[in-house]
């Protein structure tokens, strides 16, 4: 890991079809030791998991040297849809982060909102304390069995809630009723820049809920604001040079992940050149500076 200020780890979601021995080859060639495992009925690691499988997968990986960073749900905590469902389904993924040995779980806000373009900050059918309300309350109710296992739930930048500002927000509020709450955030970097936060405003907000092992940072390249189709790092134009600038000078030590979205849109590069580019891009900051 040595040229690299912060540990490089990559998601899963970027090697659509390989099995896990892939994955783990294309992580160790790049020198690469964390992983963000997505979850899906589709992916590596779901919730019909036997006892047996992730006990194998989480074996496979530590034998390689590999933490994993997260278990990436695509759970939608603010979904519009009923409280019990959205709690069991944070605790179903919260059992299957601590069995395969992860310290976090994805989550996305997901509240509904009206269609909008890439570039654009969506607008939601609600107003916003309603929203953030929901996401809290089901949030909450997860959170005892989150402590008892030691799983802390991320909000990431996404969806209905993409900037940092809108994350505190919610964090804030769960905050007043529980101030040493365990919920904590995944700082996409494309997400707050596309639709106009600027990245020194989402620093701000976010910091404080990503510092001292509260959280994380995905990184990732795209085409424009309005095209969000993956390039290799370096290569387009998402601010990362930026991003990490204000993660160095706000005291954060944790990893940085590249989410290559390669399952989404197949056309683009294999993970591991697209690993490669991202390690030579996060070394080639540290040379600059």
Do not use: C, N
Not at 160 to 173: T, Y
Not at 200 to 207: I, Q
Not at 264 to 278: I, S
């Amino acid at each position: 890991m040595s040229g690299r200020p912060w540990r490089l780890g990559a998601s899963t979601l970027g090697a659509p079809g390989d099995d896990l021995a892939a994955v783990i080859d294309v992580l160790t060639r790049h020198d690469v030791d964390v992983v963000e495992l997505r979850a899906a009925p589709d992916a590596l690691v779901h919730i019909g998991l036997t006892t047996a499988e992730r006990t194998r997968i989480r074996a496979e990986l530590e034998a390689a040297g590999i933490e994993v960073l997260a278990v990436a749900s695509g759970i939608r905590a603010g979904a519009d849809t009923d409280d019990e469902s959205v709690v069991a389904a944070l605790i179903a993924h919260l059992h299957l982060a601590a069995d395969l040995g992860s310290g976090f779980l994805r989550v996305f806000p997901g509240a509904p909102a009206h269609p909008a373009g890439k570039d654009e900050l969506p607008r939601l059918l609600e107003d916003t304390a309603t929203a953030d309300a929901r996401i809290v309350r089901r949030l909450a109710a997860a959170l005892p069995v989150a402590t008892d296992l030691g799983v802390r739930p991320l909000l990431e930048t996404h969806d209905s809630h993409p900037r940092g500002v809108d994350l505190a927000r919610a964090l804030d509020l769960l905050g007043a009723a529980d101030p040493d709450h365990r919920v904590g955030v995944i700082w996409d970097a494309l997400h707050p820049w596309r639709v106009g936060e600027h990245p020194a405003d989402t620093a701000a907000a976010l910091l404080p809920h990503l510092r001292d092992g509260r959280g994380y940072v995905q990184i990732k390249d795209t085409v424009s604001a309005a095209d969000t189709t993956p390039v290799l790092q370096g290569t387009g134009v998402v601010p990362m040079d930026e991003v990490l600038e204000l993660l160095a000078e706000g005291g954060y030590h944790g990893p940085v992940s590249l989410e290559w979205e390669r399952t989404w849109y197949p056309q683009v590069e294999p993970l591991d050149e697209a690993l490669g580019a991202a390690a030579a891009a996060v070394a080639s900051w540290r040379v600059r500076t």
